[in-house]
């Protein structure tokens, strides 16, 4: 797809005591028959956006919404160009009598500033980088495994996703 303009409304905060959490709700346009899961994955270049949840967006209307629930994004219009892949580069050596185990490999990054294959949990991370090719084995491995899955492989999803509701 090519770039498109987005605009977030001012969000809305939702209720501390009804959901037990702080969050806002952000509702957005985008242009009608822009393809959801593009927009859903571009979104997160927003700051503020990475880690947002509960994505809806109806492509007929180009009215959607999503939830924020530990950070905040500016309101406004946004020029988004894509996804952008980011990996993870962690340093997973160590010393060992007197020898070294272990290297140092770019990751997928999934959540930000977390790999695919789980590596952070076990070394430090020294950089994340957009774009940068990926020379972890065990990520490359489970992206592969997933790629024999589609959309209709997810039972609890509608698709093409429902309409915003109103809240
Ligand atoms: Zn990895």
């Known amino acids: 797809m090519s770039a498109v303009t987005v605009t977030l409304h001012t969000p809305y ?6 959901h037990g959490v702080e969050f806002s709700s952000v509702h957005f346009s985008a242009p009608a028959g822009t393809d959801p899961d593009w927009l859903e994955l571009s979104l997160r270049v927003i700051p503020g956006c990475a880690t947002l949840v509960e994505f809806e967006f109806d ?3 180009g009215d959607g919404r999503f939830i924020l629930l530990d950070s905040e994004v500016c309101p406004g219009d946004y020029r988004l160009k894509g996804p952008a892949p980011y990996a993870l ?17 770019t990751h997928i990054e999934t959540d930000m500033w977390h790999a695919l294959c789980g590596a952070e949990q076990s070394g430090a991370i ?3 980088r957009e774009n940068e090719p990926v020379t972890c084995p065990a990520c490359r491995e489970r992206w592969q495994r ?8 997810f039972e609890n999803l509608n698709w093409p996703k429902k309409a915003p509701s109103s809240v």
Request: hydrophobic share 20%; charged share 25%.
């Open 126 to 128: 020294t950089g994340r």
């Open 13 to 18: 905060d939702g209720d501390y005591a009804r």
């Open 146 to 153: 997933c790629q024999v899955y589609g959309h209709a492989d």
């Open 59 to 61: 492509p007929n209307t």
């Open 89 to 105: 580069e962690v340093d997973a050596r160590i010393q060992h009598n007197g020898r070294q185990y272990g290297q140092i490999l």
